[in-house]
């Protein structure tokens, strides 16, 4: 164990992990399911369009969220076009800037306009309180992100948009089998999206789905999905090609089943590092204890700079250097970068919160690849670096007055 400020790797140690640690938490099946499963897609020879794998794994999702319709996409982003198309949007969406670009992207993609939205400082979502001013003529929509798994004021915006006649939708990303009021995230607003990315917790490499309780936006959902006539089901706008593969279906079915065991271990590794970083100056993790239902997929981080010594920037870099490869998303705010800060200049300084939560928060490493002894070494290399914080933050400083961001 590392004790010694000339140990660690940024001051000039070797670094404590041969191999890299990931945030990407892959939750993967044992090989002989898998196989098997691969095996029995073979000698079926039926590889998309709505094959027997996508319609079983709909059904069964529809019957875990317990929500009406499931309508299974290529990946999340995919799913997030879809819903804009099948909703008929035209003009400016109410959306947050704290969020993966993929949210943003998928308004762009839409011919939308995104109307940035601050987050609420302690819940990092967008809230109704924040929302309401930004509704001007133009707006059509209010597109929340459960991020983190954090259910993002459903009743307060569904009001909001009620009486303003806007649609509601979520970018559900982040929030597969968490609960909001007990009942778990899919059946909000008019329509919720999902992603099955591979490092999501349920893993389909790519793959995500829309959800609604509504069966005209059902319908629609599944026109917009397919660009085959014989699949139509309502009249929309445009279509496009956002189907699922019986290969990734084979791969979400399997991680389904896998989800308690998978939500279990997560709740571990969050246990694991809530037991190592306690008593950390600065150091906050996010929601370490929840009373409902939650995936536990992110292990999030707050690094308030002044009482840890070290901002988050440093700790990170001090911590890659030791081959522990933390994330510090979601920097920056999607309102600084291109292509919507030169689209949209005059929210570059206005989202405050936004942007002290991007140069405040980081994702740590968890998921299967991460051994709970290995988040015990994370939380003793981080108390080692937060001990000798000034020589840490001084040779970082040295290397960026070379030029560098990191050694
Ligand atoms: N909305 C929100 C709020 C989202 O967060 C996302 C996606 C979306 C919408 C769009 O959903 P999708 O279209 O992706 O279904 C990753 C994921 O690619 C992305 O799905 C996710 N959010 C985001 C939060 O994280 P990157 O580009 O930052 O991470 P990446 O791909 O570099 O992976 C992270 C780490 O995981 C890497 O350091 C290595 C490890 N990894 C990754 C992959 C893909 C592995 O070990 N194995 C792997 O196969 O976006």
Not at 310 to 332: C, G, K, Q, W
Request: one cysteine or more; glycine letters at 6%; aromatic letters at 6%.
């Amino acid at each position: 164990m590392k004790t010694r400020a000339s140990d660690l790797a940024i001051l000039g140690g070797q670094p404590t992990f041969a191999q890299p640690l990931h945030v990407g938490q892959l939750n993967l099946p044992d090989w002989p399911r898998f196989q098997q499963a691969f095996e029995e897609l073979f000698r079926r020879r039926w590889f998309t369009n709505h094959g027997p794998l996508v319609r079983q794994l709909e059904q069964r999702l529809a019957e875990f969220l317990d929500v009406r319709h499931v309508v299974c996409m290529t990946n999340g982003t995919l799913a997030l076009m879809v819903a804009l198309q099948a909703l008929d949007l035209r003009g400016r969406v109410i959306a947050p800037a704290f969020t993966f670009p993929a949210t943003v992207q998928a308004l762009t993609w839409a011919g939308l306009e995104p109307l940035f939205c601050d987050v609420d400082e302690k819940r990092h979502v967008i809230t109704a309180d924040l929302a309401r001013p930004l509704i001007e003529d133009g707006v059509s929509a209010i597109l929340g992100v459960h991020l983190w798994g954090r259910p993002c004021d459903p009743e307060a915006l569904a009001d909001l948009a009620q009486r303003h006649g806007l649609a509601l939708l979520f970018d559900a990303a982040h929030a597969f089998g968490c609960a909001h009021n007990g009942r778990l995230i899919g059946g909000l607003g008019r329509v919720e999206i999902f992603s099955f990315h591979a490092t999501k917790v349920l893993n389909a490499a790519e793959g995500g789905c829309a959800t609604t309780d509504d069966d005209e936006m059902a319908a629609r959902l599944r026109t917009v999905r397919n660009f085959h006539n014989q699949e139509t089901f309502a009249r929309v706008g445009a279509r496009i090609n956002a189907k699922m593969s019986e290969a990734q279906a084979a791969m979400a079915l399997l991680s389904l089943e896998d989800y308690p065991r998978n939500a279990q271990a997560n709740q571990r590794a969050l246990d694991a590092y809530a037991h190592g970083l306690a008593g950390l100056p600065g150091l906050e993790l996010l929601d370490p204890n929840l009373p409902q239902a939650h995936n536990r997929q992110f292990v999030v981080l707050d690094v308030d700079a002044q009482q840890a010594g070290l901002s988050r920037d440093e700790l990170t870099a001090a911590l890659e250097a030791e081959n522990v490869l933390a994330r510090r998303y979601f920097m920056p705010g999607i309102h600084r970068s291109p292509p919507y800060n030169r689209l949209y200049p005059h929210f570059v300084e206005g989202l405050p919160v936004t942007d002290r939560l991007s140069a405040r928060l980081m994702q740590l490493p968890s998921g299967q690849a991460v051994a709970e002894h290995d988040i015990a070494t994370v939380c003793a290399l981080t108390r080692t670096i937060l001990e000798h914080a000034p020589q840490v933050s001084r040779r970082l400083r040295a290397y960026q007055a070379k030029g560098c961001e990191r050694p």
